[in-house]
């Protein structure tokens, strides 16, 4: 919608994980020059968007994802403060001994939000537990279910901060697994605000989490994008989003 008020015209293309892994082929509509810029959007392999930053010909911006180094022009939601917010209120809450669920360095917004985590423990006099700091997905990026999120049961924090909301349910259906109950017995925070209708039934309504601000980060892309195709000198550099917290029953 953000396109269409500005009178531009988009078109999608979805990459696939083939294409990504070769990490050296441009996206087709790149390869036959049929667009004058690119808004790149979601997470990929490192490696994919540093070959996207370095052979792109026309203006690109990324789009909640950016190049490791942080060399580009990205819109993208402050997953850091969002981290320390949600960590903050999980301390409010009472609650001490507090872990984080995502796999570090698959992404740049899970490495980002748990740095808040880790500057809110840090804060609070506590020091981060290794054996609370929990994987979901490969190093690719994939959430593996079966393989990962192994509890801690031998010393179970009393409160989990994790990365997304997708992760948040599934950890709450491995905790009722184990014959914990989520609040009373242990409280799940996430992150995104999003959930599909398939792991929805996990939560049993709203999870506490961090809502991102899609339509702002939309509508911040647009009018960054459109200034690079007007001036191959202008750079916004990386722009940051800040969300809103949302009370669920997860806490």
């Given at each position: 919608r953000c396109a269409i008020k500005r009178k531009c015209l988009t078109l999608l293309e979805v990459i696939s994980s083939e294409e990504e892994k070769k990490r050296s082929n441009l996206p087709k509509i790149m390869q036959e020059k049929r667009v004058e810029s690119v808004i790149v959007i979601g997470a990929f392999n490192k490696k994919y968007l540093s070959m996207l930053g370095d052979k792109a010909e026309i203006p690109l911006l990324f789009l909640d994802t950016m190049i490791a180094d942080g060399n580009c022009d990205a819109v993208v939601s402050n997953?850091?403060?969002?981290?320390y917010r949600m960590t903050n209120y999980l301390f409010d809450m009472g609650h001490e001994k507090i872990g984080f669920v995502g796999t570090l360095l698959a992404t740049t917004s899970i490495d980002?939000?748990?740095?808040?985590?880790f500057k809110s423990v840090m804060e609070h006099g506590k020091k981060v537990m290794e054996e609370w700091v929990i994987d979901d997905r490969d190093r690719e990026g994939t959430v593996d279910i079966e393989n990962k999120l192994a509890l801690p049961l031998d010393n179970m924090p009393t409160a989990f901060f994790c990365n997304c909301d997708f992760t948040a349910s599934i950890l709450i259906k491995k905790l009722r697994e184990n014959n914990y109950r989520v609040p009373e017995d242990i409280s799940v925070a996430g992150f995104d605000n999003y959930l599909t209708d398939e792991y929805r039934?996990?939560?049993d309504g709203q999870i506490t989490t961090y809502e991102i601000d899609i339509a702002e980060m939309?509508?911040?892309?647009?009018?960054?994008?459109?200034?690079?195709?007007?001036n191959s000198g202008y750079t916004n550099g990386v722009f940051m989003i800040p969300g809103r917290f949302i009370e669920g029953v997860s806490v």
């Open positions: 997953n850091t403060l969002g981290g980002d939000r748990y740095l808040g985590y039934c996990f939560a939309a509508k911040h892309a647009i009018h960054t994008i459109l200034k690079k195709m007007e």
